[in-house]
């Protein structure tokens, strides 16, 4: 299964990003953003159940970012608002077949991923 993302950018810290992730199986997955900054461990940063749109979100970005989809396009969001320095990260779209909850955060949960977007923030 293929996935794609695409929307990293470098922006100034305050402003705001849209990532988007295609696959060409998405029904019935979870979709989770990861990010890994240089000499970090990846880290989950929020995941949506497509059956429901459940959404969970690392407490880092709550009230910052916001995960959505579009099923008829087959398309997870990431919506980034601002954006702090912190912020900037290697990001990933990952899906597995399944529901989200009580694994999304763990990457070795998911057998599908992106080759990843890079967002600088300065």
């Known amino acids: 299964v293929q996935v794609v993302e695409s929307g990293g950018d470098s922006v100034q810290a305050g402003g705001s990003l849209r990532l988007s992730c295609v696959t060409a199986?998405?029904?019935?997955?979870?979709m989770g953003w990861f990010r890994q900054a240089p000499g970090k461990e990846r880290e989950g940063v929020a995941a949506?159940?497509?059956?429901?749109?459940?959404?969970y979100y690392a407490d880092s970005v709550k009230g910052r970012f916001t995960i959505s989809q579009d099923n008829a396009k087959n398309t997870a969001y990431l919506q980034m608002n601002s954006l702090l320095p912190e912020d900037t990260a290697m990001y990933y779209c990952?899906?597995?077949?399944?529901?989200?909850?009580?694994?999304?955060?763990?990457?070795?949960?998911?057998?599908?991923w992106g080759q990843g977007t890079q967002v600088t923030v300065s």
């Open positions: 199986t998405y029904s019935g997955h979870c």
């Open positions: 990952a899906a597995d077949l399944g529901g989200c909850a009580g694994r999304w955060f763990r990457s070795a949960e998911y057998k599908y």
């Open positions: 949506i159940n497509t059956v429901d749109s459940r959404t």
